[in-house]
C-alpha cells in the first residue's frame, strides 16, 4: 500500500490526465471512477467524476484528502487503476485475495506531449478525438477528410466511443500477454470492430489479432477490402456461423453485439469453452423466454404483451450475466447506447476471476427461479452440456 501511495504522490500534479478506476468487487454502487486535474480559484485541485447507474457525480478534492481515498477504492471497492500523466503511466491490479501490484512505465516523449486541460468545465473529451481524422470513420461518413465530425453522424460518433470506453476497462486484462486473439461474433458492417482494432493497437500498442465473423459473404468481403486499405494486417473477416465456428483453440476476448436471440447463447458458450479473459455482449430479439415464462403471480403483468415482451428480454439477460457468474466470471450488466438497427441498450461485460481458487463456481440461485418461472435457456442447456 506504501507503494501505491508514493506512485499517487507523483502522479497527482498538474501534469496527469486522468486516472480511471474500475472493475468494482461489488455490483453495487459505482461501477467506474475518473480523475483529472482542474483549477479552482486559482488552486490546483482533482476533479472526481463517479459513475453510478445512468448518473454521474462530480467533487472536487485537494491533493492529500484525494490520495486517502483512492487508497480505500483500492483496498474495499475497486480491482483496477489505470493512471496517465505526462510522466509516464501507472497500472494498479488488485487480486481477490486483495494482493496489489503497481507498475509504472515512464514516457520517453515528454518533449512531444501536451499539457492538460484543467478548466473546469470542459467539453467532453472522446477517445476518438474530433479534429483528428481517423480513416473508418471518414469511410462511414462519421468525419470528413478534416477530421470533423458529420451532425446527422453525431450519435453513432457518440456510441463508438461510449464502446471503446468499456473496452478502456479491460485494457489491463492484456498488459502481459504478448498477443491478444479475439473474435467478433456478428460483426456486421464492423465499424465497431474496426474502432475496437484501432484503439488497441493504434492507440494502446497493444499486438492485437482480431477475426470478424458474420453470416453475410458480401459484408465480410469488404470489411476484408477494408482492413487491407487501412494497413490492419491482423484483423480478418470471414463468412460463418456462430454455433458451429471451428478452427481455433486460445481466444482471449469475445465480442458479440448484436446477435439475434439463442445466437447469443452460443457465443457466450464458446467463449467460455475456450476461457476467455474478457466476453462482451449487447443481445437482442429475446424471444425464447418470452415463449415460456409462466406465474401466476406475475400474471397481471404477463398478460400485456408489451410488457410480458421487456420483463422477458430483462430476464434472458439477467440469466446469462449470472450464468457466467457460475462459470467464473465477474459481470457486470451496464448501459449502452442504442445500437442503428435496435432499441436494445444492455451491455453484458464478463472479466475472467484471474488467480488460485478464484475460479471456482458461485451459486447464484438463478436454477431456483428459471424453475419458478418454467424457464429453461439455451444457455442453461449449453452450460450443462
Known amino acids: 500500500m506504501e507503494e501505491l501511495r508514493e506512485q499517487l504522490s507523483v502522479f497527482l500534479s498538474d501534469r496527469l490526465y486522468q486516472i480511471i478506476i474500475s472493475n468494482p468487487r461489488k455490483k453495487e454502487g459505482a461501477f467506474k471512477i475518473k480523475i483529472r486535474p482542474v483549477m479552482v480559484k486559482g488552486a490546483l485541485c482533482f476533479q472526481e467524476t463517479i459513475s453510478k447507474g445512468t448518473q454521474v457525480f462530480h467533487e472536487n478534492h485537494k491533493k492529500d484528502e484525494l490520495i486517502l481515498k483512492i487508497i480505500s477504492y483500492m483496498t474495499s471497492d475497486f480491482k483496477q487503476l489505470e493512471a496517465e500523466s505526462m510522466d509516464g503511466k501507472l497500472h494498479v491490479l488488485v487480486s481477490k485475495k486483495g494482493r496489489m501490484m503497481v507498475k509504472r512505465k515512464g514516457n520517453s516523449q515528454e518533449g512531444l506531449l501536451q499539457r492538460p486541460d484543467m478548466s473546469h468545465n470542459r467539453a467532453k473529451k472522446y477517445i476518438l478525438e474530433e479534429g483528428k481524422a481517423v480513416p473508418f470513420l471518414v469511410d462511414l461518413g462519421i468525419q470528413t477528410k478534416e477530421g470533423r465530425i458529420v451532425h446527422a453522424k453525431y450519435d453513432k460518433y ?132 418470452n415463449k415460456q415464462i409462466e406465474s401466476a403471480v406475475l400474471k397481471p403483468v404477463l398478460r400485456y404483451g408489451i410488457l410480458k415482451e421487456r420483463i422477458a428480454a430483462l430476464l434472458t439477460d439477467g440469466i446469462r450475466a449470472n450464468l457466467l457468474e457460475e462459470a467464473g466470471y465477474d459481470t457486470q450488466v451496464l448501459e449502452f447506447i442504442d445500437m442503428e438497427h435496435t432499441p436494445k441498450n444492455i451491455l453484458i461485460r464478463a472479466v475472467k476471476r484471474q488467480g488460485e481458487g478464484e475460479n471456482m463456481k458461485k451459486n447464484t440461485k438463478v436454477e431456483d427461479m428459471t424453475r419458478e418461472l418454467h424457464i429453461e435457456t439455451t444457455l442453461q442447456k449449453l452450460m450443462v452440456k
Not at 213 to 240: P, S, T, W
Not at 274 to 285: D, G, M, N
Request: net charge negative; proline share 2%; charged share 25%.
Open 158 to 289: 457518440r456510441q463508438i466511443n461510449r464502446y471503446l470506453e468499456f473496452v478502456e476497462d479491460i485494457v489491463p486484462a492484456f498488459l502481459e500477454k504478448e498477443r491478444v486473439y479475439i473474435i467478433d461474433f456478428g460483426c456486421g458492417k464492423s465499424y465497431l470492430t474496426f474502432a475496437l482494432y484501432y484503439y488497441l493497437h493504434e492507440l494502446k500498442g497493444l499486438d492485437v489479432y482480431i477475426t470478424g465473423l458474420d453470416l453475410k459473404a458480401d459484408v465480410m468481403k469488404r470489411c476484408g477490402e477494408l482492413a487491407i486499405k487501412y494497413g490492419y494486417e491482423n484483423l480478418h473477416f470471414y463468412q460463418g456461423d456462430i454455433s458451429t465456428f471451428e478452427g481455433v483453440e486460445q481466444v482471449d476476448m469475445v465480442v458479440t453485439l448484436h446477435a439475434c436471440d439463442t445466437a447469443t447463447d452460443y457465443a457466450i458458450k464458446k467463449a467460455v469453452d475456450w476461457q476467455a479473459r474478457v466476453i462482451f455482449t449487447v443481445p437482442c430479439c429475446q424471444h425464447e423466454v
